[in-house]
């Protein structure tokens, strides 16, 4: 079983800045692949980001390339999405999800956090 916890969600104004947390459980192959997932209200959830365990990060979606970053710390529990230059339509709630594999489709993902909201106002 993996479990993610994130953190560090809230209320920014556009141009701002957040950083975002996720805490994972002890490493298994089960989360070889940390991915980042946001959905905002009567939309589908959408990928963000990804990092295999290895470090490399996989993909960033076109609408936060530039912007946001994906990283690990060196004990490869706590994964980070910084985000900059936040803008109105990134409003949403952020999810951290872990596969053995990485996927931009999030139906492949089995384990997910219970998500940090994230809103960004005019």
């Known amino acids: 079983q993996v479990r993610l916890v994130e953190s560090g969600g809230g209320s920014v104004q556009a141009g701002g800045s957040l950083r975002l947390s996720c805490v994972a459980s002890?490493?298994?192959?089960?989360?070889?692949?940390i991915a980042w997932f946001r959905q905002a209200p009567g939309k589908e959830r959408e990928g963000v980001a990804s990092?295999?365990?290895?470090?490399?990060?996989?993909y960033y979606s076109d609408s936060v390339k530039g912007r946001f970053t994906i990283s690990q710390d060196n004990a490869k529990i706590t994964f980070s999405l910084q985000m900059n230059s936040l803008k109105p339509e990134d409003t949403a709630m952020y999810y951290c999800?872990?596969?053995?594999?990485?996927?931009?489709?999030?139906?492949?993902?089995?384990?997910w956090g219970p998500g940090t909201q994230v809103t960004v106002s005019s």
């Open positions: 002890t490493y298994t192959y089960r989360r070889n692949c």
């Open positions: 990092i295999r365990f290895d470090g490399s990060v996989t």
């Open positions: 999800a872990a596969d053995q594999y990485c996927s931009r489709n999030y139906r492949q993902y089995n384990y």
